[in-house]
C-alpha cells in the first residue's frame, strides 16, 4: 500500500478508528487494520446508501461493533482479518460472527491445552502431523466465530464448548439452550475460516470484494 493509498483509507475512518490504526507499532498491521476498517465502511455502502464517511459504530462491553443508525437496526454485521486477508459477514435482524486465520507452519500445543475443550484435543491427535496444524486453525476459526456471534468476548471460555475439528455445517449448543449454526467457509487455500449465527441457515451468498473497484461480485451461493 503506497503512502497515497493509505492516506485515502484513512480519510474515510472515524477520529477513534485512526487512533486505533495509529496505536499499532509495525506499519504493516497498521495498514491492515485500516485497510479492513475502510473496506467494512465501503461494503456497508453497498448495503445503505450512506457515504462511507458517515456511518457511526457504537461498541458494546465487549468492543463488538454495531451500527448507530436507528433507520437500520436491523443490518448485523461482522469482520475479521489475519494477514493480507480479511472476510466480513452481513445478515439481518439477527447476531452473526465470522473469524479467518491464516494457517502457519506450525502451531502452539500449549495454547490448544489451554484454550481447547478435552474433546477438540483428542480429536486433534486423530490426525497425522501435517493435518493437525490445519486442524488446529480450523477449531480456533470456528470457536472465534462462535464468540464474536455470542458478543460476549472471552467471558465464554473458549474451553466451555466443543467444535468439530472437521469442514462441516454443526449446530453447537450453550447453555443446554441457545443453538448456534456453525458453517465453513472455503475462502482462499492456506486460511481456515468460519461463520456462525444463532438461526437455522438456508442459504449463503459469498462476494468478492476489490478495493480497486469497490463493488461487490458474486462468486457463488450454497
Known amino acids: 500500500m503506497t503512502q497515497d493509498q493509505e492516506n485515502e483509507k484513512l480519510s474515510l475512518l472515524s477520529v477513534d478508528e485512526r487512533k486505533r490504526a495509529f496505536r499499532y507499532h509495525l506499519p504493516i498491521h497498521r495498514q491492515r487494520f485500516i485497510a479492513a476498517r475502510s473496506s467494512l465502511r465501503q461494503i456497508l455502502s453497498n448495503y445503505i446508501k450512506f457515504d462511507p464517511k458517515e456511518f457511526v459504530f457504537i461498541y458494546d462491553e465487549h468492543e463488538k461493533p454495531h451500527l448507530n443508525i436507528p433507520a437500520y437496526p436491523q443490518l448485523q454485521f461482522n469482520l475479521s482479518h489475519s494477514s493480507n486477508m480479511a472476510v466480513y459477514a452481513f445478515t439481518l435482524n439477527h447476531p452473526i460472527g465470522i473469524d479467518i486465520e491464516k494457517v502457519q507452519s506450525e502451531y502452539n500445543q500449549a495454547v490448544a491445552d489451554r484454550f481447547f475443550s478435552t474433546q477438540e484435543n483428542e480429536q486433534l491427535l486423530q490426525f497425522s502431523a501435517h493435518e493437525r496444524i490445519a486442524g488446529f486453525y480450523r477449531i480456533w476459526s470456528r470457536k472465534e466465530a462462535i464468540i464474536k456471534a455470542i458478543g460476549k468476548g ?7 464448548f466443543t467444535v468439530s475439528a472437521k469442514d462441516i455445517t454443526e449446530v453447537i449448543i450453550l447453555d443446554n439452550r441457545d443453538h448456534w449454526t456453525l458453517i465453513p467457509l472455503q475462502i482462499r487455500t492456506g486460511y481456515q475460516s468460519a461463520v456462525a449465527t444463532n438461526q ?3 442459504k449463503v451468498i459469498y462476494w468478492n470484494y476489490s478495493d480497486q473497484s469497490p463493488k461487490l461480485d458474486k ?3 450454497l
Do not use: M
Open 200 to 202: 437455522p441457515v438456508r
Open 154 to 160: 472471552l467471558s465464554l471460555p473458549l474451553t466451555s
Open 219 to 221: 462468486v457463488s451461493i
